[in-house]
C-alpha cells in the first residue's frame, strides 16, 4: 500500500521523481529485450535503445532543472523582504510621478 504524505510534507527532488528516472531506465532496458524477442532486427533495437536513452537523458536533465527552479522559488518566497520597490521606484520629496510638467525647474513650476 503506497505510503500518503500531506502536501506540505513533499518538496521537490524526492522520491517521486527517482523512481520516474528508475522507471524510464528500466524501460529502456526492457524495451529493447522484447523488441530482440519478437524477432526486430539488432540494428534496428539498437537505434531504439540508443533513442531512448537520449530522451530519458534529456528528461532527467530537464527535471532537475525544474526542480532547482521550484527550490529556488520556494526560497525566494519565505526569504525576508527588503524594500517594497526597487531602486528606481522611490516615491516622496523630489520624485516625479509623471503628469504633465509646466517646464520650468521652479517646484511651483
Known amino acids: 500500500m503506497p505510503s500518503f504524505r500531506a502536501p506540505s510534507e513533499t518538496r521537490p527532488g524526492d522520491d517521486r521523481s527517482t523512481d520516474l528516472i528508475r522507471w524510464a531506465a528500466f524501460s529502456c532496458f526492457l524495451v529493447p529485450v522484447v523488441l530482440l524477442w519478437y524477432g526486430t532486427s539488432l540494428a534496428g533495437t539498437t537505434g531504439t535503445a540508443l533513442g531512448l536513452a537520449a530522451v530519458t537523458a534529456v528528461c532527467r536533465v530537464l527535471l532537475r532543472r525544474s526542480e532547482r527552479c521550484a527550490v529556488r522559488l520556494l526560497d525566494e518566497e519565505h526569504a525576508p523582504q527588503g524594500h ?15 503628469g504633465r510638467h509646466s517646464g520650468g525647474n521652479s517646484p511651483a513650476g
Open 84 to 98: 517594497p520597490r526597487g531602486r528606481h521606484q522611490r516615491t516622496g520629496a523630489g520624485s516625479h510621478r509623471g
